[in-house]
């Protein structure tokens, strides 16, 4: 069975830099496998920030970014702001129509 | 300006049915593949399902294999998830949610609340 691993929480200061980081238990995370990244305020319904490992959905701010960091998948917010205090989400697709989500990563911006 | 609309939540007993909907606009639905992710309360996301544009190809989570079907009518833009022999895990908001280029889960709708309980 294929578990999508992320931080539960992270803390990041106002104007920071924060790297949230997505993986598998068993393996690597590779560009074929299309890493997403998704936001969600506490009520409110998700949104997509990154698709295939690095690029941002429409609309999406500059200081969100993705890439891979060792075996991992990453999302990098620079210069944090307050409204960026959510929960993050990842997503890997296994191929043949099959996406497997990461428990989620709450941030706190303070 | 893709929108994306569920409907068919409820509270439904143990061992029940229920049968979502999502009415797409905004976009030629017939291209797209379509998924269903679920968040249970206080929970993480749950991918559910997918359907290919045009139906031929289906996949579920283990979870919900041989309780669920999803389905769609491309004349009607509308996506269906017929969820069979409901369990207190099966409790969650649905989202219906467009896949777009790169196996990205692009929009999303507002979500319909399924409650199982007696």
């Known amino acids: 069975q294929t578990v999508v691993t992320q931080e539960p929480s992270f803390s990041v200061s106002p104007g920071g830099t924060v790297t949230l980081t997505c993986g598998l238990t068993s393996g690597s995370v590779s560009t074929n496998d299309y890493a997403s990244w998704f936001q969600q305020i506490p009520g409110q319904t998700p949104r997509s920030l990154i698709y295939?490992?690095?690029t941002r959905s429409s609309g999406v701010p500059d200081r969100f970014s993705g890439s891979l960091l060792g075996n991992k998948a990453a999302l990098t917010i620079t210069g944090a702001q307050a409204d960026d205090e959510s929960d993050y989400y990842c997503a890997l697709y296994m191929g043949s129509g099959i996406w497997v989500f990461g428990g989620g990563s709450r941030l706190t911006v303070l | 300006e893709v929108h994306l609309v569920e409907s068919g939540g409820g509270l439904v007993q143990p061992g029940g049915s229920l049968r979502l909907s999502c009415t797409a606009s905004?976009?030629?639905?017939?291209?797209?593949?379509m998924s269903w992710v679920r968040q249970a309360p206080g929970k993480g996301l749950e991918w559910v399902a997918y359907?290919?544009?045009?139906?031929?190809?289906?996949k579920y989570v283990d979870s919900v294999k041989g309780r669920a079907i999803i389905s769609r009518d491309n004349a009607d833009n509308a996506l269906y998830l017929q969820m069979n022999s409901l369990t207190i895990e099966d409790t969650a908001v649905y989202y219906c949610?467009?896949?777009?280029?790169?196996?990205?889960?692009?929009?999303w709708g507002q979500g319909t609340l399924v409650t199982v309980s007696s």
């Open positions: 295939s490992t690095t």
């Open positions: 949610v467009r896949v777009g280029g790169d196996y990205s889960l692009d929009h």
């Open positions: 905004g976009f030629t639905y017939r291209s797209y593949w």
């Open positions: 359907i290919k544009h045009d139906g031929t190809d289906k």
